[in-house]
């Protein structure tokens, strides 16, 4: 059974910098493609990053582009998204979410068959 479980949220100030984590277990990590989606408050789930299993692709939402970054690690089972330049509209709940085995990544969440508990990230102005 895949587990997903993030780390790394926190209260932050605008202009700063976090680093959130998503440890894999229960399955082979590289062969699912990953993600991370995040919840604002009283708003919908949206897509922030994906990454492909052999990390050849990532892709971003426009609103966090050149300042988030998604990576992950094959031999650690991890997944990572550096966030930088922080804002208070990236505030939200961060989820993890992976889809697989051997399947293609994909922004649309209800794709992902694992999801994490979630992080959350709140940027003060």
């Known amino acids: 059974q895949v587990q997903l479980v993030e780390s790394g949220g926190g209260l932050v100030q605008a202009g700063d910098s976090l680093r959130l984590s998503c440890e894999f277990s229960?399955?082979?990590?590289?062969?699912?493609?990953m993600a991370w989606f995040r919840q604002p408050p009283g708003k919908e789930r949206e897509f922030v990053a994906l990454i492909s299993q052999t990390i050849t692709f990532t892709h971003y939402a426009q609103s966090v582009k050149g300042r988030f970054t998604i990576s992950r690690d094959n031999h650690k089972n991890m997944l990572h998204l550096q966030m930088n330049l922080l804002k208070p509209e990236d505030t939200a709940v961060y989820y993890c979410?992976?889809?697989?085995?051997?399947?293609?990544?994909?922004?649309?969440?209800?794709?992902?068959?694992?999801w994490g508990q979630g992080t959350q990230v709140t940027v003060s102005s």
């Open positions: 979410a992976a889809r697989g085995p051997y399947s293609a990544p994909t922004t649309w969440g209800h794709e992902y068959n694992h």
């Open positions: 229960g399955d082979t990590f590289e062969r699912f493609a």
